[in-house]
């Protein structure tokens, strides 16, 4: 199991808009530390609730500088992948 550090947020999953806060990124000392969003450039999670995954990776254009969180859309590259049934097998959908 590799490490990791944890990352003080929680937002709403933008699929099923339960609470997501158990983000985490590799970006920081990796030493199960918790890190703030200003200081690292990828995070992710995984919705306990629609088992998607959402990870965030700062756009190249910003820096790392103090961040709003209503404002993560603009900073950050966001991916979602939607975790959906097919033939008995879990898939992972962009």
Request: with cysteine; aromatic share 12%.
């Amino acid at each position: 199991m590799g490490m990791f550090d944890y990352v003080n947020l929680r937002i709403r999953c933008p699929i099923c808009k339960s609470f997501i806060d158990g983000f985490q990124t590799k970006d920081s000392h990796c030493i199960m530390n918790i890190v703030e969003v200003e200081e690292i450039n990828n995070f992710y999670a995984h919705c306990s609730k629609c088992h998607s995954w959402i990870e965030f990776n700062r756009k190249k254009e910003q820096s790392a500088r103090f961040l709003e969180f209503d404002k993560l859309e603009r900073d950050f590259d966001i991916v979602v992948k939607e975790e959906k049934m097919r033939d008995n097998k879990k898939e992972m959908w962009q």
